[in-house]
C-alpha cells in the first residue's frame, strides 16, 4: 500500500533563512513524487514533481526537492524564504509501476515565513 | 485561461435535501477526480474518471455518486447528504499520463445541518 507521512504539521521560519518541509514515503515500487501548495480558499497548485533522473527538482517560485532513495524521502527545500511562501504545502505519491493508482496525499504541513 | 471550475463555492444544505457540485475543466484532460479535504486528513480520493462514461470508486466513496457524460463535466451529487459529510471538497483534472500534475479547482466548501 502507498503512504505519504509529512510529520511537521507546521513549520516556522524568518523570512530570508533557508526553508524545509519534510516528506517521506512509502510505495512497492518506484514513486511519482509531487508537492503542491495551498493558499487560503484557494485550490490546489502543482510545484514540483520527481519522476526519474536527477535526484535535485527545480521547480515553481524557488522551490526544490530532494529524492532519496534510500531515505524514501522527497524534502521540499528554498534557500531564502519569503513571507509569501506561507501556506499549505502538500507532498503526494503515485507508485508508479501500479496503472490506475490514487495520488496519495500528504496530513500537509503549514508554513509559517515570519517577517 | 485553463482552469478547472468548480461550482458554488460554498453550500450549506439540510440532512437528506439532494444536492449537486458541478465541475468543469477547458483542458480536454482525459482524467478526472473528486477529493475531500478535512483537518488533519489531508485529501482523500472520493471518485475518478478516466474517461467518458468510466468511473471509479477511490478511497471514501460512500454516500456520493458522479456522472461522465462529457469529457468536460465530472458533477458530484449527494443525494441524501449527512453532517459527516460536511468537508471542502475539490475537483481535479490532469492528462493520461500518470506522472502528470492534477489541476484543481477553487473549492466547494459544503456544510450539512
Known amino acids: 500500500a502507498q503512504s505519504v507521512a509529512q510529520p511537521e504539521d507546521q513549520v516556522n521560519v524568518a523570512e530570508g533563512n533557508p526553508l524545509t518541509v519534510k516528506c517521506t514515503y512509502s510505495?512497492?515500487?518506484?514513486?511519482?513524487l509531487f508537492w503542491y501548495v495551498q493558499y487560503p480558499n484557494r485550490g490546489l497548485q502543482f510545484l514540483l514533481k520527481?519522476?526519474?533522473?536527477?535526484?535535485l527538482v527545480k521547480g515553481s517560485y524557488g522551490f526544490e526537492a530532494e529524492f532519496n532513495k534510500s531515505q524514501t524521502s522527497f524534502h521540499l527545500k528554498k534557500p531564502s524564504a519569503l513571507v509569501s511562501d506561507s501556506a499549505l504545502y502538500f507532498c503526494?505519491?503515485?507508485?508508479?509501476?501500479?496503472?490506475?493508482?490514487?495520488?496519495?496525499f500528504g496530513k500537509g504541513t503549514t508554513l509559517s515565513v515570519s517577517s | 485561461e485553463a482552469q478547472v471550475t468548480q461550482n458554488p463555492r460554498y453550500l450549506i444544505t439540510v440532512t437528506g435535501k439532494k444536492l449537486t457540485v458541478t465541475c468543469s475543466q477547458n483542458?480536454?484532460?482525459?482524467?478526472m477526480s473528486w477529493y475531500r479535504q478535512d483537518p488533519g486528513l489531508g485529501l482523500r480520493q472520493i471518485y475518478y474518471s478516466m474517461n467518458v462514461e468510466a468511473t471509479d470508486k477511490g478511497d471514501v466513496p460512500e454516500g456520493y455518486k458522479v456522472s461522465r457524460k462529457e469529457k468536460r463535466n465530472f458533477p458530484l451529487i449527494l443525494e441524501s447528504p449527512s453532517p459527516n459529510q460536511t468537508s471542502l471538497y475539490f475537483c481535479a483534472s490532469r492528462m493520461t499520463e500518470y506522472n502528470s500534475p492534477l489541476h484543481f479547482g477553487n473549492g466547494t466548501r459544503l456544510t450539512v445541518t
Open positions: 503526494a505519491v503515485r507508485d508508479r509501476s501500479q496503472a490506475g493508482t490514487a495520488l496519495i
Open positions: 520527481y519522476i526519474t533522473g536527477d535526484n
Open positions: 510505495v512497492s515500487g518506484n514513486p511519482y
Open positions: 483542458m480536454n484532460h482525459e482524467y
